[in-house]
């Protein structure tokens, strides 16, 4: 991304506001695999939002990002974003500018708050500073930051969290999907955060203690994978899926007491399946429940086993025309 190519499509007068958004994700399959050649499957959570607006004042001083918080806006210690304002800044132009970002995402859930955050700052300063980005230069830019704050990621955060449907990602692209069948994903948080380095560090110790076990995690998890978004999967294959997949997550490590006991109450209310979500050691479970209805028994359940806050989001929402 060179800024001299930007700044080509920008208008050539300026405006003092700018003001951009974004959403959270979840994986439903492929955590730590994606690393590893697999494919990943996630949606978008269009009900957690992050909303980013860029100020653009008199006097010099360089772009700046802040963080609402509930007794007032905070410095925003995120070093990806710093390289994210660099990308967009015109380099002639040193007025002091200002991004304040609300985001409802908790961090450390595995929901993407650090690409959502990215994404509506991209979007806050392209509009502000007038410029025309596509959706693969906003990608890119996402990507940017995520790489400074998670050192690799795999470009399944910065995609999804500005995605309207189901997204299969591969090989770095993304191919919207549909589900075939209707339902509800009800996302539980754990209340713990991830470990999201120390999740990494489990997965490349057992690869390495264990011979041919990242090619069996690897090839088990696609096989789910490529065999979930069809119109010819119903809600129970799926399910069963999902709680395959969290075994075998479960199996290197990376859930916990609580997450284990998360998973096995939605199921027991009656989901099809659930598993954690996320890097993992911490963060949210996402289980598949067939009916509204079900949906509130399974959230109430997952409560009752230690979550603290959930979320539903429905599967027809994302399903197109």
């Known amino acids: 991304m060179h800024r001299s190519s930007l700044r080509e499509r920008a208008a050539p007068h300026g405006i003092a506001f700018g003001s951009g958004r974004a959403h959270a994700k979840a994986i439903l399959f492929g955590e730590h695999a994606v690393l590893h050649s697999s494919p990943a499957l996630a949606i978008p959570v269009p009900g957690l939002e992050v909303t980013a607006h860029a100020t653009r004042f008199a006097d010099t001083g360089?772009?700046?990002?802040?963080?609402?918080t509930p007794s007032g806006p905070v410095p925003h210690p995120c070093e990806g974003l710093r390289h994210v304002g660099e990308a967009l800044a015109d380099p002639e132009d040193d007025r002091r500018v200002e991004v304040l970002l609300r985001c409802e995402i908790p961090a450390g859930r595995g929901l993407g708050s650090s690409a959502a955050c990215a994404r509506a700052a991209v979007l806050a300063?392209?509009?502000l500073f007038r410029l025309r980005l596509d959706?693969?230069?906003v990608y890119a830019l996402v990507q940017i930051a995520e790489n400074v704050n998670h050192g690799r990621a795999s470009g399944v955060d910065a995609?999804?969290?500005?995605a309207s449907v189901p997204l299969l990602f591969d090989n770095g692209a993304g191919q919207e999907v549909?589900?075939?069948?209707?339902?509800?994903?009800v996302l539980a948080d754990s209340g713990v955060p991830g470990q999201t380095k120390d999740a990494v560090r489990l997965v490349a110790e057992a690869f390495e203690d264990r011979p041919g076990y990242r090619e069996r995690f690897v090839g088990t998890v696609t096989e789910l994978i490529r065999s979930s978004p069809s119109d010819s999967i119903g809600a129970e294959s799926f399910g069963r899926s999902m709680t395959a997949c969290h075994e075998e997550l479960r199996a290197l490590g990376l859930s916990t007491p609580r997450l284990d006991a998360m998973a096995h109450a939605a199921t027991s209310a009656g989901a099809a399946g659930a598993k954690l979500s996320g890097g993992g050691l911490g963060g949210c479970v996402v289980a598949l429940a067939g009916t509204a209805e079900l949906a509130w028994a399974v959230s109430r359940a997952l409560c009752d086993a230690g979550a603290v806050q959930t979320w539903t989001v429905p599967v027809g929402r994302f399903e197109k025309p």
């Open 178 to 185: 549909r589900l075939g069948f209707d339902g509800f994903f």
């Open 125 to 127: 300063l392209a509009d």
């Open 62 to 68: 360089g772009i700046s990002f802040l963080l609402a």
């Open 159 to 162: 995609m999804t969290t500005g």
């Open 135 to 137: 959706e693969h230069e």
